[in-house]
């Protein structure tokens, strides 16, 4: 479609590894030494800070003044700038929900589970009448995605890992809640021990599949449960606000999303700014909502019928809970986060011991010792 209006300019599409913190150790190697490609690139909600303290992203201001970005949802501008310049452009936004099989639930009568303790106990019902074999599917690997989940069952729990002004406040009866509960969908048979070793798409697969009656995905997911190429489940699934306990925020979702980034040593930045510049236009924001599933950084977009009847995420509304990536040590942080999690989630340490190593380590990483 970019190149039809704009002839002269080739795209030259570079597929990258799946998980997000591949990726960004792949830019943080390329650009840092100085390589002209890629032109432009997208990079994840959590890395601007990172970047532009790096070095490896180009100021934006003057490509994307007001004027052409006051279209996009709140916050969405806030989160790319840094020490007040604009660092990236805002390409699609994410949230973590939960898909449910709307079939199997029916069957048994049982109703779409909002608390945790809820979700547990359907899920081993619908296992034991031999409806499935998996309970409930997310992702446990050690990398971003297990943070992502992790940073919902907390807000579920009512707890934190920073407040905004920055004090390490993880170590808290409801972080070990959360993370004794990760476990516990592990011990109980809930969740397969792959679990741990699943990001997106596994767990997705074990969905698509018919294995699972619960899965924990963002909203591409809909869109792929949906195409009858991909999956087995095309109109048996439900999309729901995730659980929480009492004492929680409701329908927690972690903040994800993808920006549009310039490659400071890029020798195309006119070209490269036409290209974002119509990757947020109305046309290209619908199209990758409507074929992708992903939701749009344009706020009338929100308000398209056309997408309403698409998506069920546009009925929903979920309490969206960000990760502390306002600091340029994120990645850090969130490593060591990532270690103490697998190792709960996994049993090579109990929980409460993970919870009070994993707020040791980032307070040093936020104190900077
Ligand atoms: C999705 C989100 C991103 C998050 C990642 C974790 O891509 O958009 O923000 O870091 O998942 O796997």
């Not at 840094?82 to 109703?111: C, H, I, M, S």
Request: hydrophobic share 40%; net charge negative; with cysteine.
């Amino acid at each position: 479609m970019f190149e039809k209006e704009n002839s002269g300019i080739q795209v030259q599409l570079v597929q990258m590894p799946n998980s997000t913190d591949t990726q960004r150790n792949t830019y943080v190697t390329q650009i840092s030494s100085g390589s002209t490609t890629p032109d432009v690139y997208s990079g994840d909600v959590i890395w601007p800070a990172q970047f532009a303290n790096a070095g490896l992203a180009m100021p934006l201001d003057q490509y994307f003044p007001s004027s052409i970005t006051s279209g996009i949802i709140p916050g969405g501008i806030q989160a790319d700038t840094y020490q007040g310049k604009l660092y990236a452009v805002p390409w699609f936004t994410d949230a973590g929900f939960l898909y449910y099989r709307k079939d199997l639930l029916q069957k048994e009568n049982l109703p779409v589970p909002t608390t945790w303790p809820q979700l547990l106990q359907e899920a081993q019902t619908l296992q034991s009448k031999g409806d499935v074999k998996y309970g409930f599917v997310w992702q446990g690997a050690q990398y971003e995605g297990l943070v992502c989940d992790f940073v919902e069952d907390l807000a579920g729990a009512g707890g934190n890992v920073l407040t905004s002004s920055g004090q390490v406040v993880l170590n808290s009866p409801q972080a070990v809640k959360a993370v004794s509960f990760m476990r516990q969908l592990i011990t109980s048979g809930v969740s397969p021990q792959a679990v741990t070793t699943y990001q997106e798409p596994e767990s997705l697969n074990a969905f698509l599949a018919g294995d699972a009656a619960f899965l924990r995905n963002w909203p591409y997911a809909w869109a792929v449960s949906q195409d009858p190429k991909q999956s087995k489940v095309v109109g048996k699934v439900g999309m729901a606000v995730l659980p929480n306990w009492s004492g929680g925020v409701t329908g927690p979702a972690a903040l994800g999303g993808w920006n549009l980034f310039i490659n400071p040593h890029s020798q195309h930045v006119d070209q490269a700014v036409a290209f974002i510049k119509f990757l947020i236009s109305p046309e290209a924001q619908q199209f990758i909502a409507l074929k992708g599933g992903h939701l749009p950084i344009l706020e009338a977009a929100y308000n398209d019928p056309q997408l309403q009847a698409a998506d069920p995420f546009f009925a929903l509304k979920p309490t969206i809970v960000s990760r502390p990536s306002w600091t340029p040590n994120y990645a850090q942080l969130s490593a060591k986060l990532q270690v103490q999690l697998h190792n709960a989630i996994t049993g090579a340490e109990t929980p409460a011991a993970a919870v009070a190593e994993a707020a040791k380590e980032i307070q040093q990483v936020v104190s900077g010792s």
